[in-house]
């Protein structure tokens, strides 16, 4: 079957079965890989177009009223499609509106093979950054006229659909053959397209060289990069002239290139650190370009010296940015060549060996399985890293991805085939050659408590995002325990009758005398220990439940938080949450001490093989840390140094249960661990003073004055010129009791600012309950035909997808709480307001902060100058730095909480920001100054 009929609609809402209709269809034919013909028509639903519907498409009432029915045209709409595929981007949605007309109208459903261009491109394009059909075209390069009108979108689908097909006749036999073996568990109907494919490779002689294959694994075959070795001859302060100065390769290579006073200036301060062995804490303002700053000595130092030097950042975001943007453009600049490495720890890199023997089960697969199986086999083809995060797996696809990563290899033997064909492997090779490795915090603390065992040795690093590294440090020392986890752990190694992790190795070696393992008492321990998780996490729900009642600590993520010590947690309900704690840690054993002797029974025959042997170790390894992580929360001394605390799914499960342990002071162990360790150590980020002080900052992480260098760089930015910031004076007081008033007055300033700015606003909030109430308010306020409400953790999409859509709409209003305080960037007229709600203190009883303030307070200081308020600053001045981000932009900040001019710690929140005018007045005056400044 050689035809593809490709339909689009647009209709009244997104549910067929809640009686929404079809306003609009689009459908072209495609035969011989061209589109040969098209159709199109608006229909008339017989009820009203919703406001949003008519703003999203261009189709307004008046456009359908004269329109024929759907009864009128279904028989046109059913003819086109004889004998043919049925293309959708989406298909559930489309097919489901059209058969659902078909049947209201008396006609026969729809019963055609089907193709979905949504699975299609995530199978085929596994590292799009987006599957919606307008980005999609953008990164296929498919011009797209008029998204959301009905033909358009049919167009474009179907110019997709062809560039789909080309991919797929790009695969070569081997993945083809996979993909046919999981063909049956998609939605789409791929066996003619893929089996067509599979003649044509078998009856084909070409060899691809791009492509390696090994035990029926296709995969991109890697070329080893050489590296070149250089002497650099040129003095620090020439090679700086050359890039900065008059004539310089800045100047020559970089396109509207303004110099910056300060990035220089910030490049020889890092120079200096490096030749007298300090470490430097600098805060660089938005708009100092510090990533160029410290690359720039960093690259020198490293070449000159023969020496690798780390570079680690918090977010995978600003290391693409690094790799992808600043990389290339400083290899046009310094004229001479160096190595840069990316290396992240094994969990995110695949492993081969995992991989291919995992591929063959398919019994208990869902379709997230089969999709992420289906997306792997193709990005293997194409992938140089085989890093995981190079593609977006569905959500349950990541559960899968965990028995496939490096981390779940245990020793690999260096002469095995698969250890020269390990991604990872491969990874730390191009670090240990690399003059410069990319990684992040986390890899940087694991390595730090691992005696530094995981990365190439190195003497000097430069910490981007460095307000992170204390948090990134203190869960490195902690410990995290959680209920899915558990059971997802027990219900993959299975019991011995289940084709799950034991089950498949015990069948394996069937034969060899299993009557002699405790094959019954496995299964029956295994039982008890899933019932007394679920026991246990109900209680401890329950418990933290029963004690919030008297003091309610709610986090920014919607969980309920309770912070315990055993000694003090004195109630009966708590001795049996010990004694069930106690019980469950001795079944665990058990459950390791069966594992040992099922592993030496083996061994002892000479038939257990590595893969099999590793598989039971990693059992073991998991199941004592749980132990571990039993003992230390629950039978463990308390001690200051420590904090404990349960955070509990406030919507969840009854089970929906973490546990956490961290140390309330890192600062003592990372000047020990790190700082004492290491030659330099740079720090830099936009935000780690707090009134012109790096004295918190300092304490925190534990770096003394004697080995320290500090430098603030200015922004280059005119902010008096940029900005106005507004404080309402005659907003309710929260103090009060006043919390729905001043709710309330929030929403009241957000319409009338709105229409100042013509939406464009970022609304941050401090908490969730906060911004769910005020979104609800907004709703039955706001004219939706006018404006679109987006708001985190209720409108569906990650933070980047609520970004995009925020930019997408010419009149949006984003409410962000938690991670939208920083790392998001909004350039130009997509953001002109800026409303901080409350400034962003921690909870008095937030669990961290609870055990940090009294561990302060035992040391004599005043733990809310010391960490309340700094915190609060710091996290302030990154909500704050949201609004400007390049020397045209303009706009408001609008700040509610009045506590920034009447309280006596004020003026270090407006003092810890660049100079503004500030201008405080009643709502109503400052919305005049806001229209006239506009």
């Not at 004539?247 to 220089?264: A, L, V």
């Not at 690093?461 to 902690?478: F, N, P």
């Not at 309710?732 to 957000?750: L, Q, R």
């Not at 319409?751 to 909030?765: N, P, Q, Y």
């Amino acid at each position: 079957m050689d035809k593809y009929v490709v339909i689009d609609l647009e209709t009244t809402g997104h549910s067929a079965l809640k009686d929404d209709k079809i306003i609009e269809v689009g459908m072209v034919v495609i035969e011989n890989n061209k589109i040969i013909d098209n159709y199109s028509t608006l229909l008339n639903p017989n009820k009203k177009i919703p406001p949003f519907i008519s703003n999203l498409t261009g189709i307004y009432n008046k456009d359908v009223m004269d329109a024929p029915t759907f009864q009128e045209k279904a028989g046109e709409i059913v003819d086109m499609f004889d004998n043919s595929y049925l293309i959708a981007h989406n298909v559930p949605f489309d097919l489901g509106f059209i058969n659902a007309e078909l049947a209201n109208n008396g006609f026969d459903i729809l019963t055609n093979s089907v193709l979905d261009t949504v699975e299609l491109a995530r199978i085929l394009y596994p590292k799009a950054p987006s599957y919606k059909l307008g980005q999609l075209a953008e990164y296929l390069g498919i011009y797209h006229d008029d998204p959301h009108r009905a033909l358009s979108d049919a167009v474009v689908t179907g110019k997709l659909f062809l560039k789909l097909k080309e991919k797929l006749a790009s695969l070569p036999y081997e993945t083809i053959s996979h993909l046919l073996n999981i063909e049956k568990m998609l939605k789409s109907d791929l066996y003619e397209l893929l089996h067509n494919r599979q003649e044509e490779l078998a009856f084909s002689a070409v060899e691809n060289s791009a492509i390696e294959v090994y035990r029926g694994l296709a995969f991109k075959h890697i070329k080893e990069a050489e590296t070149n070795r250089n002497s650099l001859e040129v003095s620090y302060g020439e090679y700086l002239d050359r890039i900065f100065e008059v004539n310089g390769t800045m100047h020559r290579k970089m396109r509207n290139y303004e110099k910056r006073t300060g990035q220089r200036e910030m490049s020889e301060i890092i120079f200096d650190s490096f030749q007298i062995h300090k470490h430097a804490l600098i805060e660089a303002e938005t708009g100092t370009g510090k990533s160029l700053a410290y690359l720039i000595p960093a690259i020198y130092e490293a070449v000159k010296t023969g020496q690798r030097l780390v570079i680690s950042t918090y977010t995978t975001q600003l290391q693409a940015q690094l790799l992808e943007e600043e990389i290339p453009l400083i290899r046009n600049l310094v004229e001479f060549p160096f190595e840069v490495a990316l290396l992240k720890g094994k969990s995110h890199y695949i492993s081969l060996e995992k991989f291919e023997r995992e591929l063959v089960s398919h019994q208990h697969d869902n379709y997230d399985i089969t999709l992420t199986k289906a997306m792997i086999l193709v990005w293997l083809t194409e992938t140089d890293t085989g890093d995981i995060d190079e593609i977006q797996l569905p959500s349950s696809g990541y559960f899968y991805y965990k028995k496939i990563s490096t981390d779940t290899e245990g020793n690999v033997d260096p002469h095995s085939p698969w250890f020269t064909r390990s991604y990872y492997q491969k990874a730390r090779k191009r670090a240990q050659q690399a003059d410069i490795i990319i990684t992040n915090h986390a890899l940087l603390c694991t390595d730090m408590f691992n005696e530094y065992q995981l990365l190439p040795g190195y003497d000097k690093v430069i910490i981007d995002e460095a307000h992170h590294l204390e948090e990134t440090a203190s869960r490195h020392y902690g410990l995290k325990l959680d209920y899915i986890n558990m059971q997802y752990t027990l219900n993959q190694i299975g019991t011995t009758d289940e084709i799950k992790s034991l089950g498949r190795i015990l069948g394996k070696y069937s034969s060899f005398d299993q009557d002699k393992l405790p094959l019954e008492e496995w299964n029956n321990v295994l039982v008890k220990v899933k019932y007394e998780i679920d026991d246990l996490f109900r209680m401890l729900s329950q418990y933290v439940i029963d004690q919030n009642k008297k003091s309610k600590s709610l986090s920014d993520i919607g969980r309920t938080q309770y912070r315990f010590e055993n000694k003090k947690e004195n109630s009966a309900k708590w001795n049996t949450i010990n004694e069930m704690a106690t019980r469950l840690i001795f079944y665990l054993k058990d459950l390791i001490h069966i594992l040992v002797i099922m592993e030496q029974h083996l061994e002892k025959k000479e038939v257990l093989e590595k893969f099999d042997k590793d598989d039971l170790r990693g059992h073991i390894q998991i199941l004592q840390t749980f132990i571990d992580s039993m003992e230390q929360l629950f039978l463990e001394e308390d001690s200051l140094s420590k904090v404990k605390w349960i955070e509990v799914e406030t919507q969840g499960a009854k089970n929906a249960v973490y546990l956490y342990s961290e140390p309330t002071d890192i600062s003592t162990l990372l000047a020990s661990d790190f700082f004492e360790k290491k030659q330099t150590v740079i720090l830099t980020s936009a935000t780690l003073t707090m009134k012109n002080s790096f004295s918190f900052i300092q304490n925190r992480l534990g770096l003394t004055s004697d080995r320290l260098i500090t430098k603030k760089i200015d922004s280059p930015f005119s902010y008096k010129d940029q900005v106005q910031l507004l404080i309402p004076d005659d907003f309710p007081d929260i103090k009060y009791g006043n919390m729905d008033e001043f709710i309330y007055a929030t929403c009241e300033a957000i319409l009338s600012l709105a229409e100042i700015t013509e939406g464009r606003m970022l609304v941050l909030f401090t908490s969730y309950d906060m911004l769910r109430k005020s979104y609800n308010l907004l709703r039955e306020t706001l004219d939706i035909s006018t404006y679109i409400l987006i708001a985190q953790g209720i409108s569906s999409g990650s933070r980047t997808r609520l970004k995009k859509n925020f930019q997408t709409f010419d009149q949006a209003i984003l409410l962000g709480t938690s991670s939208f305080w920083e790392g998001v960037d909004i350039p130009g007229d997509d953001l002109s307001c800026l409303m901080i709600v409350r400034l962003p203190f921690q909870p008095p009883d937030h669990p961290i902060y609870e055990a940090k303030s009294n561990y302060i307070k035992e040391n004599g200081k005043n733990p809310f100058m010391e960490l309340s308020l700094p915190n609060a600053v710091i996290r302030f001045k990154q909500g704050f730095g949201r609004l400007i981000r390049s020397t045209n932009d303009r706009g408001i900040v609008f700040i509610c909480d009045a506590r920034i001019i009447k309280s006596r710690y004020g003026n270090y929140f407006t003092k810890s920001i660049p100079d503004v005018p500030i201008n405080t007045a009643s709502t109503n005056e400052l919305m005049k100054i806001a229209k006239n400044w506009f």
